[in-house]
């Protein structure tokens, strides 16, 4: 082969980077999840495959990847609950103790490190030659991305594009956020280990140094730089550090005649700038400036009838929920003090009262994102108090947020999907593989059926964020409906839309009235809430102060009083 071998090795350090940053991509771009400890993970799977000479290449990655799968599963237990922070220092603690062992443990012939690795070999092909090695590294980096691709264009990745800011929305779809986010750093930390095994073969011969905190930090800076939150991000961010690593090595010692560590420093100021023009990095600053690609999607032409199908009615059908007693107190406020009231089955109910009654610290009580101090919440006749959201979600609650809680970023139709996973079962294997597509065309379709009930049917394809918040209220709406709820509880859900809107809103609630679904709504609309609503619950100072049909409650005099604020 003609080219020198200065620009293949080079080219085989960026694909080993470009897979690790890939991962990263995933688990701190998209997930939000900061690790320090990526280079450990490789070390881990490169020194499994130096520690295991003659064992065929396929089964020394196998060892490779369930050992370090292993490691950051057991990793990811202790530490998927921690968020932010806490979860970026942990892994400085374990980025710096792995590197550690990686130079301590005799066995592991410390900072001589451990050499004689032999090269892969592709069939037929020379083992001598490093070109066949960069090749597979190559090879290595198209799958990874492929299947990251594939990955975020699915069920799971969906779900993980919640992970980084709208856990508690994600969980209140019926998404167990700490699995999702554990399996995603597994997996972050698999790439990780596919390019550890590969480094091993590349360049023969391992010691700690690349498995430092420091090589962790500079994937951390690959991604940031390159862009996090997109695929090509990992691409350029790998190229660019690697390069710009190599020509300061270089060029700095000639520039200040002198020697040591400048080129750091130099790094750090590359990085700083680039973080104060491109905080989105590169890649976001390179798309603003090509054209748009895609036209919108529209709704899905033959999208089936969605139906919430109403519960088998046999005997008294329970009330849908009943509130018994309900005390919640955050610090010396009483947000919910003794509150009890029911929503019957296919009934719409009201619940109003002036702002900081406790109405939506009621609605995070029943809807399991809080726990109650005192009291019970029974969903169709059995108390689910003690339950996780997402439970109470796959018993047929679904609900919207007074302040929205979508992805901006994300298309409307993929946001609405969210609310249909708990009807897809693929996992993050099967999307990695591309085996989902009947399950996705079916979600979609879901989700194309329920904008169409909400009149979104022509906004799919935009992004979420781009819309008027009333539209993004009606979003909120058709991603509860795709959960099929029984109950539907929807916090302030006409705040923002125009007349029209409304009007079309109460008559989506109605229809649903009619299919089944029992309704609770927090709305300040007065007009709105006395056509609609069948019964009114009437709360001030965390208190239920009233209840009853609308015309009672409009002559009631402590309601008159609580709105009119004593007034005389
Ligand atoms: P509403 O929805 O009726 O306007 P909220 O339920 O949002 O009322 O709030 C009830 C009271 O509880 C308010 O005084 C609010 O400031 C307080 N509150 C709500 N959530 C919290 C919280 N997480 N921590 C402390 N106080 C809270
Ligand atoms: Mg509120």
Same mark, same amino acid.
């Given at each position: 082969?003609?080219?020198?071998?200065?620009?293949?090795?080079?080219?085989?350090?960026?694909?080993?980077?470009?897979?690790?940053?890939?991962?990263?991509?995933?688990?701190?771009?998209?997930?939000?999840?900061?690790?320090?400890?990526?280079?450990?993970?490789?070390?881990?799977?490169?020194?499994?495959?130096?520690?295991?000479?003659?064992?065929?290449?396929?089964?020394?990655?196998?060892?490779?990847?369930?050992?370090?799968?292993?490691?950051?599963?057991?990793?990811?237990?202790?530490?998927?609950?921690?968020?932010?922070?806490?979860?970026?220092?942990?892994?400085?603690?374990?980025?710096?103790?792995?590197?550690?062992?990686?130079?301590? $443990?005799?066995?592991?012939?410390?900072?001589?490190?451990?050499?004689?690795?032999?090269?892969?070999?592709?069939?037929?092909?020379?083992?001598?030659?490093?070109?066949?090695?960069?090749?597979?590294?190559?090879?290595?980096?198209?799958?990874?991305? &492929?299947?990251?691709?594939?990955?975020?264009?699915?069920?799971?990745?969906?779900?993980?594009?919640?992970?980084?800011?709208?856990?508690?929305?994600?969980?209140?779809?019926?998404?167990?956020?700490?699995?999702?986010?554990?399996?995603?750093?597994?997996?972050?930390? =698999?790439?990780?280990?596919?390019?550890?095994?590969?480094?091993?073969?590349?360049?023969?011969?391992?010691?700690?140094?690349?498995?430092?905190?420091?090589?962790?930090?500079?994937? &951390?800076?690959?991604?940031?730089?390159?862009?996090?939150?997109? =695929?090509?991000?990992? =691409?350029?961010?790998?190229?660019?550090?690697?390069? =710009?690593?190599?020509?300061?090595?270089?060029?700095?010692?000639?520039?200040?005649?002198?020697?040591?560590?400048?080129?750091?420093?130099?790094?750090? &100021?590359?990085?700083?700038?680039? $973080?104060?023009?491109?905080?989105?990095?590169?890649?976001?600053?390179?798309?603003?400036?090509?054209?748009?690609?895609?036209?919108?999607?529209?709704?899905?032409?033959?999208?089936?009838?969605?139906?919430?199908?109403?519960?088998?009615?046999?005997?008294?059908?329970?009330?849908?929920?009943?509130?018994?007693?309900?005390?919640?107190?955050?610090?010396?406020?009483?947000?919910?003090?003794?509150?009890?009231?029911?929503?019957?089955?296919?009934?719409?109910?009201?619940?109003?009262?002036?702002?900081?009654?406790?109405?939506?610290?009621?609605?995070?009580?029943?809807?399991?994102?809080?726990?109650?101090?005192?009291?019970?919440?029974?969903?169709?006749?059995?108390?689910?108090?003690?339950?996780?959201?997402?439970?109470?979600?796959?018993?047929?609650?679904?609900?919207?947020?007074?302040?929205?809680?979508?992805?901006?970023?994300?298309?409307?139709?993929?946001?609405?999907?969210?609310?249909?996973?708990?009807?897809?079962?693929?996992?993050?294997?099967?999307?990695?593989?591309?085996?989902?597509?009947?399950?996705?065309?079916?979600?979609?379709?879901?989700?194309?059926?329920?904008?169409?009930?909400?009149?979104?049917?022509?906004?799919?394809?935009?992004?979420?964020?781009?819309?008027?918040?009333?539209?993004?209220?009606?979003?909120?709406?058709?991603?509860?409906?795709?959960?099929?709820?029984?109950?539907?509880?929807?916090?302030?859900?006409?705040?923002?839309?125009?007349?029209?809107?409304?009007?079309?809103?109460?008559?989506?609630?109605?229809?649903?009235?009619?299919?089944?679904?029992?309704?609770?709504?927090?709305?300040?609309?007065?007009?709105?809430?006395?056509?609609?609503?069948?019964?009114?619950?009437?709360?001030?100072?965390?208190?239920?102060?009233?209840?009853?049909?609308?015309?009672?409650?409009?002559?009631?005099?402590?309601? $008159?009083?609580?709105?009119?604020?004593?007034?005389?």
């Amino acid at each position: 082969m003609m080219l020198p071998a200065y620009y293949v090795t080079l080219a085989g350090y960026i694909g080993l980077a470009t897979i690790v940053a890939l991962g990263l991509v995933l688990l701190t771009g998209i997930a939000g999840q900061t690790s320090f400890g990526q280079a450990s993970f490789a070390g881990l799977a490169a020194y499994a495959t130096a520690l295991l000479p003659g064992t065929p290449p396929p089964l020394a990655l196998l060892a490779g990847l369930v050992l370090t799968g292993s490691v950051a599963w057991l990793l990811g237990l202790i530490t998927a609950r921690l968020s932010g922070h806490f979860l970026a220092l942990c892994s400085v603690a374990w980025g710096i103790s792995f590197s550690a062992l990686f130079g301590t $443990l005799p066995w592991l012939h410390g900072f001589n490190g451990i050499g004689g690795i032999r090269p892969l070999t592709l069939g037929p092909l020379s083992a001598a030659d490093p070109l066949v090695t960069v090749a597979v590294i190559w090879a290595a980096v198209a799958l990874s991305w &492929l299947a990251l691709r594939n990955l975020l264009d699915s069920r799971p990745g969906r779900a993980i594009r919640t992970l980084a800011a709208a856990r508690d929305m994600a969980e209140s779809m019926g998404i167990d956020t700490v699995r999702l986010s554990r399996a995603t750093f597994v997996l972050a930390a =698999l790439a990780a280990a596919l390019s550890g095994f590969l480094f091993a073969h590349f360049q023969r011969f391992i010691s700690p140094t690349p498995f430092s905190l420091t090589a962790s930090i500079e994937y &951390l800076f690959m991604v940031i730089i390159g862009g996090a939150a997109h =695929l090509p991000g990992a =691409l350029l961010g790998a190229v660019l550090v690697t390069l =710009l690593r190599e020509e300061l090595t270089d060029w700095i010692p000639r520039l200040t005649g002198a020697t040591g560590n400048f080129e750091a420093v130099a790094f750090s &100021l590359v990085v700083i700038v680039l $973080l104060q023009r491109a905080p989105g990095g590169l890649f976001a600053v390179l798309r603003a400036r090509l054209p748009a690609a895609g036209a919108p999607v529209r709704a899905a032409a033959a999208a089936p009838a969605h139906a919430a199908a109403p519960p088998p009615a046999a005997g008294p059908a329970p009330p849908a929920l009943v509130v018994a007693g309900i005390s919640k107190r955050f610090g010396g406020l009483a947000a919910n003090q003794d509150v009890s009231f029911t929503v019957g089955a296919a009934e719409i109910v009201a619940l109003i009262g002036p702002n900081g009654a406790g109405k939506s610290t009621l609605f995070d009580i029943i809807s399991g994102q809080l726990r109650a101090d005192l009291g019970e919440v029974r969903l169709f006749g059995h108390p689910v108090g003690r339950l996780p959201a997402r439970h109470i979600a796959a018993r047929g609650l679904a609900r919207t947020f007074q302040h929205v809680k979508l992805l901006p970023g994300m298309s409307v139709g993929g946001n609405i999907a969210l609310g249909a996973h708990l009807a897809g079962r693929c996992g993050v294997l099967r999307a990695m593989l591309r085996a989902d597509r009947a399950e996705e065309r079916r979600l979609h379709a879901l989700a194309a059926a329920a904008a169409t009930r909400v009149g979104l049917a022509d906004l799919l394809g935009r992004p979420a964020g781009t819309l008027a918040l009333g539209q993004q209220r009606l979003v909120e709406i058709a991603r509860a409906l795709c959960l099929a709820p029984r109950l539907l509880l929807l916090d302030e859900p006409a705040a923002g839309l125009r007349h029209q809107e409304k009007q079309a809103l109460a008559a989506l609630l109605r229809q649903l009235r009619a299919e089944g679904v029992a309704v609770l709504l927090v709305e300040h609309d007065m007009g709105f809430v006395m056509d609609l609503a069948d019964r009114v619950v009437v709360m001030e100072f965390g208190r239920r102060i009233a209840e009853g049909v609308p015309a009672a409650v409009q002559a009631d005099p402590a309601v $008159l009083e609580a709105y009119l604020g004593g007034a005389p």
